[in-house]
């Protein structure tokens, strides 16, 4: 049973450009959770999905960012016109039921605006 | 608000002693709260996860304790070893998505 994947591990982008990170949930898993770790900070919260519903998005910048989870294929964080400040490594986690069960992480997208 | 410590913020100890970690929290209405080990440049493995209800955990050389009433929890790893170095996090659950807080992380580092 494969992990959760987070493609691609590695993203440079251009100021102005824009930035689609992907993450496919474990098998079976409906709960697809989205982190952001900026440099010499901790892991904050941005988002949280499950099959074509954004449930909680309180973490997530209100311009610029969005996120999805259709009903098939992988989430997809897209942050459009990014600046310097951007650059983090985000990671995706999922779980089969939410509350109560541990989250399985990716290993990351580590996105560099240049 | 929640706030999620950790402390220390780096260790280090020779192989074969025992590792204490601390994590406090400010808000004692906790869904859980878990333990994660994050290798540098990868994702976090969880470790151990404790439900509101229970008071410690247990799997293998690690065990973590929870004082909800108090805000602590403290995760020991018994007889370090080299391969435990890495950076620990702590996290609580702070509703009912799942959504977790996380603290800052204790770095530690296991000398043969």
């Known amino acids: 049973n494969a992990g959760v994947m987070q493609n691609p591990r590695h993203l440079v982008r251009r100021r102005g450009q824009e930035a689609r990170l992907r993450c496919s949930p474990m098998?079976?898993?409906?709960?697809v959770y989205w982190y952001r770790q900026l440099p010499e900070e901790g892991l904050k919260f941005m988002v949280y999905?499950?099959?074509?519903?954004?449930?909680?998005e309180s973490g997530m910048p209100k311009e610029r960012f969005s996120a999805e989870f259709p009903k098939e294929g992988p989430s997809i964080l897209r942050i459009q016109q990014v600046v310097r400040g951007d650059s983090a490594a985000y990671f995706c986690?999922?779980?089969?039921?939410?509350?109560?069960?541990?989250?399985?992480f990716g290993n990351g997208t580590r996105l560099t605006v240049t | 608000k929640q706030e999620v410590t950790q402390i220390p913020a780096a260790l280090s100890v020779p192989e074969g002693e025992n590792l204490v970690l601390n994590c406090s929290f400010t808000d004692s209405a906790i869904y859980n709260l878990q333990w994660f080990r994050q290798d540098p440049g990868k994702g976090l493995t969880s470790l151990l996860l404790?439900?509101?209800?229970?008071r410690e955990q247990t799997s293998g050389r690690l065990n973590a304790s929870l004082d909800k009433s108090s805000g602590r929890s403290t995760l020991y790893i018994a007889a370090s070893q080299p391969g435990d170095s890495a950076t620990y996090l702590c996290?609580?659950?702070?509703?009912?998505?799942?959504?977790?807080?996380f603290g800052a992380g204790t770095q530690v580092v296991v000398t043969p």
């Open positions: 996290a609580v659950t702070t509703d009912s998505w799942g959504k977790l807080q």
């Open positions: 986690a999922s779980s089969p039921t939410g509350l109560n069960s541990p989250l399985h």
């Open positions: 404790i439900q509101s209800s229970q």
């Open positions: 098998k079976g898993h409906s709960h």
């Open positions: 999905l499950q099959k074509e519903n954004i449930i909680d």
